[in-house]
């Protein structure tokens, strides 16, 4: 058990109504693998949470794990957090700035009790990356991205591990009992023990980040024959998701009913997304009826299956087809901790809870990304005119604009009302799925077919997404004005790049078979206990 001072900051409550607020991420979920989206995985429990409130229909995130929890945390997009350039391996020596106010420190400075359960994701290099140094009272999951869910190893490490703060110290304990066990029920079970403990007079932010279905694809055995037994489609790899997804829906199912059990429910917002979509290129999961999957930054790979749920709504029972963001939930939240006040932080997201109680549009665009390819050098080739360059009959509308801050190789893509403009590179082969992944009606069984995309069909790729969901026709010749607007809007945010230096990897985490941070310990020459409970 490693126990290290740190200092406690306590604020009294500003009301006794607060309302708790949960937010259960799923991982690497497909848009289509819900049963309210029109699957055949077997969700009752999630399917009736959304039907009864509010379904998000444009929900956007980042492609990838660490980028879309980053922009949770801190209501800044990934240009802002330093996770533009993708994802983190398990043996990085960087994470989520230190200088970066978490939507954890928010809760506490409004008196909530702040929770983390399941994936972290966000560094732990060093004791100072962890959850529960960055404004989380107690954690119990993995430092890491992924792992095995009945082992919790890691590249030959072990990583499950319950770390709390108590008496100004940081406990971290080593869950040897808990192996064998499965992750996903580990997470629950942590969940429902919570909120069971919690006196009803204390207002409480649980971020419940399962890890399905993520591979590993694992689910116990009785698990697999319960809920694939009924599906045509003969594919292992999509027989094992739809099982884990549908014990991540038991899980949720349990969550609510204790909310219920303890008269919690009437007083908590419930929002479910995923981080991004499924990595459709294995054959397990599907974004139907979008183009791409995880690691794209077309609408299968950003597009987040989403909804809320709350008694606290003012309509309920509908899609919402306004834009949100990831980004928007730190200060929406924050309204409601702080009893309808306005985020005075400097965040990208806004206050979307007019748009979800209300159905009122907060937003019409959003940046989904901008990508700079070349580190620091930013007197590189510029974008724009590069990816125009290869369009001859649209170089004509930036006459005398000089965007020259992007690498050749970078991206610029972004949401304006029904519009979405990708510039430059988007640097992964996408494909999509040919037909819905579902069983005919006919009970034949239908196998998935891919159309495979080349990784660069054009610099220049505008769609209506009212008219064109997936992506699949580039109206960019025949919208010059609407092109040359969108671009335009790089400007907003090219000051606004958090420049990233060289990057340092280490194997010194997994040194002694169980993940730990290594920087501090090295050069604080910290002496520290280890709590193994087996």
């Known amino acids: 058990m490693y126990h290290i001072l740190i200092p406690i900051l306590v604020i009294p409550l500003v009301s006794a109504k607060q309302p708790n607020v949960l937010f259960i991420l799923a991982d690497d979920l497909g848009y289509e693998d819900l049963g309210f989206q029109g699957s055949d995985i077997l969700t009752p429990n999630i399917d009736k949470l959304a039907r009864e409130g509010v379904i998000m229909e444009n929900h956007y995130v980042m492609p990838q794990c660490a980028p879309t929890r980053a922009s949770l945390l801190t209501g800044r997009h990934a240009i802002r957090t330093g996770f ?25 400075e409004y008196g909530y009790k702040t929770h983390i359960i399941g994936k972290w994701h966000l560094g732990m290099s060093s004791w100072s ?15 890491q991205g992924s ?14 591990r319950e770390d709390e703060v108590e008496d100004g110290y940081l406990k971290d304990t080593i869950r040897y009992d808990l192996k064998g ?13 919570l909120i069971r403990r919690t006196p009803q007079q204390q207002p409480w932010f649980m971020y ?65 997304a995923s981080d991004n979509g499924a990595p459709i290129v294995d054959g397990a999961g599907s974004n139907y009826p979008f183009k791409g999957g995880k690691k794209s930054f077309y609408e299968g790979g950003v597009r987040s299956v989403s909804f809320v749920n709350s008694p606290l709504l003012h309509k309920t029972g509908y899609v919402n087809r306004n834009i949100h963001h990831v980004v928007d939930w730190f200060p929406t939240f924050e309204y409601l901790a702080s ?44 974008l724009i005119q590069d990816a125009l360059s290869r369009e001859e009959k649209l170089i004509h509308i930036f006459p005398d604009t000089n965007f020259n801050f992007l690498h050749s190789n970078g991206h610029f893509v972004y949401r304006w009302f029904s519009w979405k403009l990708i510039l430059g590179q988007v640097g992964l082969e996408d494909c999509s799925a040919s037909k819905r992944l ?29 008219m064109d969901p997936s992506e699949s026709d ?60 087996v």
Not at 86 to 103: A, C, Q, V
Not at 357 to 374: D, Q, Y
Not at 512 to 522: A, D, S, T, Y
């Open 181 to 193: 066990n499965y992750s996903t029920n580990i997470y629950t079970e942590r969940a429902v023990d």
């Open 147 to 160: 792992g095995d869910y009945f082992t919790h190893i890691i590249q030959g490490a072990y990583d499950l």
């Open 339 to 382: 009893g309808g006040m306005d985020s005075q932080r400097d965040v990208d997201g806004v206050n979307i809870w007019p748009s979800i109680s209300e159905g009122k549009a907060v937003r019409s665009h959003t940046l989904i990304n901008m990508a700079l390819f070349g580190a620091n050098d930013v007197s590189v080739p510029d």
């Open 474 to 533: 580039n109206v960019a010749l025949d919208n010059p004005s609407v092109v040359q607007m969108v671009a335009t809007k790089m400007l907003d945010y090219v000051d606004r790049v958090k420049h990233i230096g060289q990057r340092t990897y280490s194997t010194r985490g997994k040194g002694n078979g169980v993940w730990m941070p290594w920087i501090e310990n090295e050069t604080e020459g910290q002496n520290t206990i280890i709590d193994l409970l």
């Open 129 to 143: 990356q962890t959850p529960t140094m960055r404004g989380f009272d107690t954690f119990l999951g993995q430092y």
């Open 84 to 108: 533009w350039n993708g994802n983190m391996s398990p043996f990085s020596e960087w994470g989520l700035d230190e200088s970066e106010t978490t939507i954890a420190d928010m809760f506490r």
């Open 208 to 272: 419940l980040a399962y890890t399905a279905p993520h591979l590993k694809y694992q689910a116990p055995r009785d698990k697999q024959h319960q809920y694939s037994q009924h599906m045509v489609i003969s594919s292992k790899r999509r027989r094992l998701y739809a099982s884990m997804i549908s014990i991540l829906d038991e899980g949720v199912g349990r969550v609510m009913g204790v909310l219920d059990e303890v008269g919690a429910r009437e007083n908590t917002v419930v929002v479910f």
């Open 438 to 466: 579902v069983s005919n009606t006919n009970g034949t069984e239908e196998e998935w077919t891919y159309v495979k995309i080349s990784s660069i069909i054009t610099r220049v790729q505008l769609y209506n997404l009212h």
